[in-house]
């Protein structure tokens, strides 16, 4: 469940390139959090990436 529930933020593919260049796959997985926030006006946990929760999309719940 590597997705942002806000921004929709999620798994990227690629290669790896070794030295003599042969490719293999990779992946690149986005900072989830698992967050205490408040949607809607009320506090619900919700996965929000960690450039949601540095920007302030995110109010979270104490």
Not at 12 to 39: E, Q
Not at 41 to 62: M, W
């Amino acid at each position: 469940m590597a997705k942002c529930s806000l921004c929709g933020k999620g798994v990227t593919f690629g290669h790896n390139v070794s030295h003599s260049n042969r490719k293999t796959n990779r992946t690149w997985k986005p900072n989830i959090r698992r967050v205490k926030a408040v949607v809607e006006g009320t506090p619900k946990t919700v996965y929000v990436c960690s450039r949601c929760l540095r920007s302030g999309k995110v109010t979270r719940a104490i």
